[in-house]
């Protein structure tokens, strides 16, 4: 009995089509390709595969300076700042939310411009000035941004709040009297599930405001 044949005139059981690479053919050669290095004892190439592990026990000894105060530390390469912030240092304003770049819940800023604590290593963060959100607290005075998110009841459920100060504050250090278009740029990375939107932008205003007369 005859094998079915596609349209193409190709075998239905996983052949070659003219040259085309079946996925059953192309596996089977990766197979044969990986077993022909492991029989060919290069030193380089075994060197080259284990240098690309990294060993999760090992530490490195890194200085931070966060809010002004230097904070000496063993972490592991791999650690994100955002880690060691809240767990190792705990600085817990600073929120984990979906660590992967996406909601900027755990916005600080790093040599005054807004970063994504999880999406930076720790040791990228040697040598930098990083601010957080306790960092623009004065004793227990809130700061001119956070100031204006209180007044402006720029919040619902508050957890995004502290990534979204971080954003305004970023953008007022740059930008001391920014138009609407650029606060609404300056916290795009940051999100609000709750869309208290409207009343995030009448803080930036506000936190503008009160920085221009002199509250820090």
Not at 75 to 99: A, N, Q, Y
Not at 111 to 140: Q, S
Not at 203 to 210: E, M, T, V
Request: proline share 3%; with cysteine.
């Amino acid at each position: 009995m005859s094998e079915d044949r596609d349209e193409k005139g190709c075998g239905g059981r996983g052949e070659e089509c003219g040259r085309g690479m079946t996925r059953r053919n192309f596996l089977a050669s990766l197979g044969v390709g990986a077993i022909a290095i492991a029989a060919s004892g290069n030193p380089a190439a075994e060197k080259e595969a284990s240098a690309a592990v990294i060993k999760s026990g090992e530490a490195l000894e890194i200085n931070l300076q966060i809010n002004g105060h230097a904070h000496r530390l063993l972490v592991e390469p791999r650690w994100s700042l955002l880690h060691v912030l809240r767990e190792e240092l705990g600085f817990t304003g600073t929120k984990e939310g979906c660590e992967r770049g996406e909601c900027g819940a755990c916005t600080v800023l790093i040599d005054n411009i807004p970063r994504y604590a999880c999406m930076t290593l720790a040791v990228e963060a040697e040598g930098k000035e990083i601010t957080t959100l306790e960092g623009l607290m004065h004793g227990e005075k809130l700061g001119a941004v956070q100031q204006a998110f209180v007044e402006h009841d720029a919040l619902q459920c508050g957890y995004c709040t502290p990534g979204q100060i971080m954003a305004v504050e970023g953008l007022l250090r740059k930008k001391p009297d920014p138009s609407l278009d650029e606060i609404r740029t300056g916290v795009s990375g940051n999100l609000c599930r709750c869309g208290a939107y409207v009343n995030i932008f009448k803080a930036a205003k506000k936190a503008g405001q009160l920085k221009r007369g002199g509250v820090l």
